[in-house]
Each structure stands twice: as structure tokens, then as C-alpha cells.
């Protein structure tokens, strides 16, 4: 059974340059009046696919910025302690400009599910679209390595679980996933569209036939 965390409102110091050694973020804020860095600009990426219009309103110094006081702060105050972190922040900053969202509209928690005793242990991400409310989760199984596919989340065909059905490594992976949904099993061999770790999942309900072998 996954276990629910409380989210951690997280406070930095850091040194930026062009920003205020103090209070990065609110200097931030000062130059644009009302306006929260983090929630107007993914980091590395301004929103050219907002309703077709390409509008920058933080320049890319900036957002990086932003991305570096985000992990610097969120490992600083994490309750998991300051490695991991910053394995929960890296992994929204990646998970946001890869689906082209804001910070604000991914969320990251600890996979109870899929515990183990290595260092990174997997990671679930939320996606949450600002125009539709719908809510994609991704599975980040080896977070510290940030070359490897998010693993979109979804239920298996045959016992429903929440398992691994495509490996996104950017939006149009999604797109594509989206328009062709999972292939059919049908009780047959597994696609070669599906993730290498469908078949090994720990989700799998224990009499589903494309689950792990006891």
C-alpha cells in the first residue's frame, strides 16, 4: 500500500549571481511586481506552447537561476534529509521543463512501493495540466541518473494496477502515448511499445500473468 506524505514548505538562503545574496526569489519578484518567478516560467523553458503565443517573461538567466535556488532549498529543508532532497527537487525541475509546466503544477514524492536499499531510491512525479485540471504520474526509478525516461504511469490492461506504460523522455512521447493509448496483450507477448519494466513492476496484483514471477 503507497503511503501519503505531507508536502514541506521549504525556505532557502542562497548566493545567486545578479540576484540578492539574501532573498533570491523575492528579488526576483521586486523586478516584476506581482509576479511569483516560479510559478511565470519553467525553468529553461517561458511558455511558447501556452495558447500558441511565445511570451518570455523571465529571461533564461533567470529561470536558471530559479531551478538552482529551487533544489538548493528543497535539499536544505527536506524532512528525507539533504540528499534526497535534492533527488525530489531535481526530479520536478526535470519533470517540469520536459512537460513544459511550471513548477508549481508538478508535485514529487517518495515511491513506498517500490522500496529499496541502494542509493536514489524511485521517485513518484505529478503533472497536473493548468488547463484541464488532468493529472499524469510519473515514475522516476532511477532518479539520480537524469539521462534515464520518466515512466508514465497508467492501468495495466489485464489487472488494472497502476504500472510502467510508456517511457517519456519528452513531450511528444506523451503526445504520442496520448493518441495511441497502451497496445492490446490480449494474453500474448508483451509489445515492444511498452517500458523493459512492465513485465517486473512490483504494482502487478499478484494473479495478473504479465507480472513478476513469485
Known amino acids: 500500500m503507497q503511503h501519503s506524505q505531507p508536502e514541506t514548505h521549504l525556505g532557502t538562503r542562497l548566493t545567486c549571481e545578479h540576484l540578492t545574496t539574501a532573498k533570491p526569489l523575492e528579488d526576483l519578484s521586486d523586478r516584476r511586481p506581482g509576479a511569483d518567478p516560479l510559478h511565470h516560467c519553467t525553468p529553461g523553458h517561458c511558455g511558447p506552447f501556452a495558447e500558441g503565443r511565445a511570451q518570455v517573461t523571465t529571461s533564461i538567466a533567470e529561470a536558471a537561476q530559479i531551478a538552482a535556488v529551487f533544489i538548493q532549498r528543497s535539499a536544505a529543508a527536506s524532512e528525507f534529509g539533504p540528499y534526497r532532497g535534492a533527488d525530489l527537487a531535481r526530479t520536478a525541475v526535470r519533470l517540469a521543463s520536459t512537460l513544459s ?40 526509478r532511477q532518479p539520480l541518473h537524469e539521462d534515464d525516461a520518466f515512466e508514465l504511469l497508467g492501468p495495466c490492461p489485464m489487472c488494472k494496477a497502476r504500472v510502467p506504460l510508456a517511457d517519456i523522455r519528452h513531450l511528444a512521447d506523451l ?8 497496445a492490446p496483450l490480449d494474453g500474448g507477448p508483451i509489445p515492444p511499445a511498452y517500458p523493459t519494466t512492465f513485465a517486473d513492476d512490483e504494482a502487478h496484483t499478484p494473479t495478473c500473468p504479465y507480472g513478476p514471477t513469485p
Open 101 to 140: 509546466l511550471t513548477l508549481h503544477h508538478v508535485t514529487v514524492t517518495p515511491d513506498w512501493l517500490r522500496r529499496r536499499t541502494t542509493p536514489g531510491e524511485p521517485l513518484l512525479a505529478t503533472a497536473t495540466c493548468p488547463a484541464t485540471g488532468t493529472r499524469y504520474e510519473f515514475l522516476a
Open 175 to 182: 503526445g504520442t502515448f496520448l493518441a495511441t493509448g497502451p
